[in-house]
């Protein structure tokens, strides 16, 4: 049985490997008479894109997309939306050595593991390229849900967050950290370039908003829109953590601090906090839904670590390459698209039952 698919009414597969001639997805249950081109999807692809600063990864791909199928004048058809993007800058021979160890902390062992054989080539499909197509695929998802607005940033690396009074939206487009606090950005800098010059790396929380959701979106149980999320974001790579609204704060309240009381509003309830994050019983309540997402640092490092051969030997390995210093910053499109996608799925959920 075969794991590489998403969602229930608005599905999408992705395919590739880090190395293999090209990846991408194929959409499924997009409904038709929708806006796509390939110039709509190209703007968040460029964001995820490698190569933009010192404090990514290397590797440069224009990760440049094509649509095969689906899409005809300009619209979408309601048929699969095929998504091509070539991979043009492999480097296979920087991972000679992972042929022979396993890298820690990567999905090297595991993969032998369940397999009995592993694509040891920058990890093949368990290489965080494999989120290129997710972003593609996520950007034909925002087609679906125009009302919605979804933004994500970076609000903590290697444990120095951001002050939450400096928080500036337009801040997160202006430093390669997507970080809205302009002089946490600048700590950064020096965080960041520490960690990469030591051949080392650094973990990152990121936090994600979506407004214009309205009330009504998800499913009692086993649809939850809070667990659907919570399935999207830890499908990602690097991921190891994943808080809804308050999340693990949520904890350390007392009933009457977590409520978030109601007043009469012109269109429904107004609401006066939204520890929630926005879903109830897992059901949009028409705040903005929030995550959280905290990401791994990165495995690949040129630090020497022990490990064993896959004949049982022990060995140390130091992993070569261009990898990033810390992967939570080309998260933050990644983060954006599965709650794209999530919530494009939910969205025709409810209207496939409600109307």
């Not at 190569?51 to 440049?64: L, N």
């Not at 849900?145 to 444990?159: D, F, K, Q, R």
């Not at 919570?230 to 693990?248: H, L, P, R, T, Y």
């Not at 791994?296 to 490092?301: F, Q």
């Amino acid at each position: 049985m075969s794991f590489n698919s998403f969602g229930r009414v608005f599905r999408f597969t992705t395919w590739g490997e880090s190395h293999g001639p090209a990846l991408g997805a194929v959409v499924d249950g997009c409904p038709p008479g929708l806006a796509l081109s390939e110039s709509d999807i190209q703007p968040f692809l460029d964001r995820r894109r490698p190569g933009t600063s010192r404090f990514t990864t290397q590797r440069q791909e224009p990760d440049q997309v094509r649509i095969l199928s689906g899409v005809f004048e300009g619209k979408t058809t309601g048929t699969p939306i095929s998504l091509m993007i070539e991979n043009v800058d492999q480097r296979s021979k920087d991972y000679s050595e992972v042929a022979k160890a396993y890298r820690p902390g990567h999905a090297d062992y595991a993969y032998d593991a369940k397999y009995g054989f592993r694509d040891y080539r920058g990890g093949g499909r368990s290489s965080a390229r494999e989120t290129a197509a997710r972003v593609a695929a996520g950007a034909v998802a925002r087609a679906a849900i125009a009302e919605v607005a979804i933004t994500a940033w970076v609000s903590e690396i290697g444990g120095d967050a951001i002050d939450p009074v400096n928080f500036n939206a337009d801040e997160i487009g202006n430093n390669p950290f997507f970080c809205p606090d302009a002089e946490a950005a600048k700590r950064w800098e020096a965080l960041v370039d520490g960690a990469r010059k030591a051949g080392s790396s650094l973990g990152a929380v990121v936090e994600c908003e979506a407004t214009g959701v309205p009330a009504g979106w998800g499913a009692p149980l086993y649809a939850k829109l809070d667990s659907e999320l919570a399935a999207a974001m830890m499908s990602i790579n690097a991921v190891k953590g994943v808080e809804i609204g308050d999340g693990f704060g949520a904890a350390r309240l007392r009933g009457e601090e977590n409520a978030d009381p109601m007043r009469p509003g012109d269109d429904g309830p107004l609401f006066l906090a939204n520890h929630a994050g926005g879903i109830a019983g897992g059901i949009s309540t028409g705040q903005p839904v929030r995550v959280r997402i905290a990401f791994k640092p990165t495995s690949s490092i040129l630090i020497p670590v022990e490990t064993v051969t896959r004949e049982g030997e022990a060995s140390e390995i130091m992993t070569k390459g261009r990898h990033d210093p810390c992967v939570g910053i080309r998260g933050v499109p990644v983060v954006e698209a599965m709650m794209a996608l999530v919530l494009a799925d939910q969205k025709l959920l409810h209207r496939a039952q409600c109307g």
